[in-house]
């Protein structure tokens, strides 16, 4: 009871003001339902993945966002690009999860297909039990280049076989991507067209959900346990660090509880949510043996379940979402943390047109407009803030 009443004690969570949003709907994939990853073009676009996980046969398609004419684009189809359509009668190519990337030299983006959309006319797949079958396993994750000028999308073929690529990241300079497989998740490394591959074993019980690099192409990732893992890029070698952020008082081990989301601030640090807490975290990339300092709750004055789609403006701010306990599971809300003097804004409820979305990554423009990628809907769609 005491909990009820200090949650019914907490202020009311504003409402978003409508005329700093947008709503954009892809319209043209009506039955598609997820986007985990989107990306902000060095041409001043946004690119985007586009994922069906609930429906049998679903084929992922890459999006652009064109932010001058406000219009979307469908570029490719997954599923022709590698040649394996949605009534191959295996698992489909169903994802592009966390792999996005765009290279600047020669205008390229980068990407990877990703599993657990179930072949057509199945409503559910494993990639344990269907491993082996001839007929509805998955042929395996592909690494993909997509040519910005010439529209051309090239697929290098199977990189892993029987298992997605969830996660992909470019070190441009180096000419290599680094990412993770699924579900045995091993980290890898390969060259720009899926050569020269390098296995470096497992890192985690399941895959890592965000990766991001410093400032001398180190890369920092975690386990399934929140436990920060750094690969070593003079060493060439991973490096288990054996910190994690705040837990739970309930999860102590950190199970099941991934750091989701990182980014660079202002300050040199990165910062950081994980999976089932509600903490805010920050540890300095240069420290050999970093420290993970905790931020306090993302919400001062209640409890949330998680905090997710962490994103830096170009004022000296995060933005990320924070989902309330005893609210509804719907209503998330928007919040700005100021970097300088450590205060937590709530900005309103993600409800726009009567309906709630759960974003789960974001990307912030030069001109601090920011994009969100929805999950949990069909038809998808994404949303656009104008702050002041």
């Known amino acids: 009871m005491s909990n009820v009443v200090a949650q019914n004690a907490c202020a009311p969570i504003p409402a978003l003001n409508p005329e700093k949003w947008e709503q954009v709907i892809f319209t043209e994939h009506p039955q598609h339902d997820t986007m985990w990853t989107m990306i902000r073009g060095h041409d001043g676009h946004i690119y985007i993945g586009l994922c069906l996980e609930s429906r049998g046969g679903g084929v992922a398609q890459l999006y652009k966002y064109d932010t001058k004419e406000h219009r979307l684009i469908a570029l490719a189809d997954m599923g022709e690009v590698t040649g394996e359509l949605p009534d191959s009668g295996h698992a489909t190519q169903g994802k592009i999860h966390f792999s996005l990337c765009h290279a600047r030299n020669g205008n ?16 559910i797949w494993s990639p344990f039990s269907m491993w082996g079958d001839p007929v509805m396993n998955f042929p395996g994750g592909h690494i993909f280049s997509h040519d910005i000028q010439s529209g051309i999308t090239t697929d290098f073929g ?16 180096r000419g290599y991507l680094y990412g993770v497989t699924y579900p045995r998740a091993h980290f890898f490394r390969t060259d720009l067209v899926g050569r020269h591959f390098k296995d470096y074993g497992r890192i985690s019980g399941m895959y890592p959900i965000s990766m991001i690099f410093d400032t ?25 660090l054996g ?6 008082p309930w999860n102590l081990t950190g199970y099941a509880s991934w750091i989701t ?12 949510c994980s999976y089932s807490n509600d903490h805010l975290f920050r540890f300095d990339p240069k420290q050999e043996e970093p420290v993970i300092e905790d931020l306090g709750p993302g919400l001062e ?37 100021n970097i300088a003097s450590r205060k937590k804004e709530l900005i309103g409820i993600m409800s726009l047109n009567g309906k709630h979305y759960y974003p789960w990554r974001a990307v912030c423009m030069p001109d601090n407009t920011i994009y969100f990628a929805c999950i949990h809907g069909s038809p998808p769609s994404m949303l656009v803030y104008h702050p002041d």
């Open 108 to 123: 390229k983006i980068f990407g990877a297909t990703h599993c657990t959309t179930p072949p057509m006319g199945h409503p």
């Open 158 to 173: 199977v990189i892993v076989p029987n298992e997605g690529i969830p996660y992909l990241m470019l070190d441009e300079n």
């Open 216 to 240: 001398d192409g180190n890369l920092f990732t975690s386990d399934s346990s929140s436990r920060l893992i750094k690969y070593d890029v003079s060493q060439d070698r991973i490096r288990f």
């Open 243 to 248: 910190v994690k952020p705040y837990c739970q």
């Open 261 to 272: 989301d990182m980014g660079h601030g202002t300050d040199g640090f990165i910062y950081g």
């Open 301 to 337: 004055d209640r409890p949330s379940r998680n905090l997710r789609c962490i994103v830096a403006d170009h004022k000296g701010h995060f933005y990320y979402t924070a989902n309330p306990m005893l609210d509804s599971r719907a209503n998330n809300v928007l919040v700005r943390y």
